[in-house]
């Protein structure tokens, strides 16, 4: 449906994945089991640290935050899919599609803060253990976790406002299975130059370079002090306490990095699908999975309060 206005666009029809009905069925079996494996890991995690009071740490206080994050990034993006196979109506508000892209931006640059809090945390612990507790008392942390959520959502209002200026739209068919940015840049008539500048500088250094570059400055330092330990034991348990951060914070950056590293004009929607679908369903699956298999105190937590032995 080709329009010159605004007005002949009333709502947006979300392509999916696939045209076919048979290999749509078996898309939606898979979502729905990365999502239900995505609840049961996040909330198992949120459900342990809870419960045990050994996890009461500023580690696993990020940590909580990190799985409320991938819990409502991978509703946010992955329910159009579910929705609309259930349904069979695979259209959205133009105001509901541009709510979904800024919630999925918060989220997003929300999670790439929280990361770098965590990064933070790690530094702290491993450079200067003997002032860890009064450096990360609990008001620091409550207090970094409030900036990185609100920081989050503002670095994201420029980008919807912008969105809500447009006034022309080429075809209503998002060629996504949600509503993201690139796709509906790609439907604009409108001038998307701010867009473009934003996302390729501002939206790039203060959203995901400055976080990045606060986790890389913290990791410099980590393993200059990790190194200077003379036991090979002290510097295989000092690696080990952050080797499941860098496992998560190497994931997320470089999903992202291939799909928004790009001006929209060059953007592959296909393959952006797929690289779309396993950063909002595998990249949260990997997480919990991730910090349970690789750290101890989870996994002795697990067996403390969900072990059916006695």
């Known amino acids: 449906m ?13 392509s999916g994945i696939s045209d076919d009905p048979m290999m749509n069925n078996i898309i939606f079996f898979l979502v729905l089991i990365i999502y239900l494996l995505t609840l049961g890991g996040n909330v198992s995690i949120l459900l342990l640290v809870c419960l045990d ?19 409502s990034c991978s509703t946010n993006n992955l329910n159009n899919i579910l929705v609309s196979f259930i349904s069979g109506d695979n259209t959205v508000s133009i105001l509901r599609c541009l709510v979904q892209i800024f919630i999925f931006l918060c989220l997003t640059c929300g999670e790439l803060l929280i990361l770098a809090a965590m990064s933070f945390d790690r530094y702290v612990a491993i450079c200067s253990p003997l002032h860890y507790h009064m450096i990360m008392n609990a008001r620091i942390c409550i207090l970094l976790a409030i900036i990185c959520w609100v920081l989050g959502t503002v670095e994201s209002i420029p980008i919807f406002v912008e969105l809500m200026k447009f006034t022309c739209y080429k075809s209503n068919v998002v060629n996504h299975f949600f509503c993201d940015i690139m796709p509906v840049l790609k439907l604009s008539c409108s001038d998307t130059h701010f867009l473009d500048l934003y996302i390729l500088t501002l939206g790039v250094i203060i959203s995901a370079f400055s976080p990045f570059l606060m986790t890389f400055v913290s990791y410099v330092f980590i393993i200059g002090t990790i190194l200077k330990i003379r036991s090979t034991t002290g510097r295989r348990k000092a690696f080990y306490t952050c080797s499941s951060h860098l496992t998560v914070v190497s994931l997320l950056y470089t999903t992202l990095a291939i799909q928004y590293l790009r001006p929209h004009s ?8 797929f690289m779309s679908l396993f950063n909002s369903g595998a990249v949260p699956i990997l997480n919990p999975l991730i910090y349970s298999l690789k750290n101890k105190d989870v996994k002795d937590a697990f067996q403390r309060k969900f072990s059916l032995l006695p």
């Open 2 to 14: 080709d329009a010159t206005n605004s007005s002949a666009v009333k709502y947006f029809i979300i």
């Open 53 to 71: 009071r050994q996890l009461h740490t500023p580690m696993y206080f990020f940590l909580c935050n990190l799985s409320i994050l991938d819990i």
């Open 266 to 273: 060059l953007v592959n929607l296909k393959s952006n699908k």
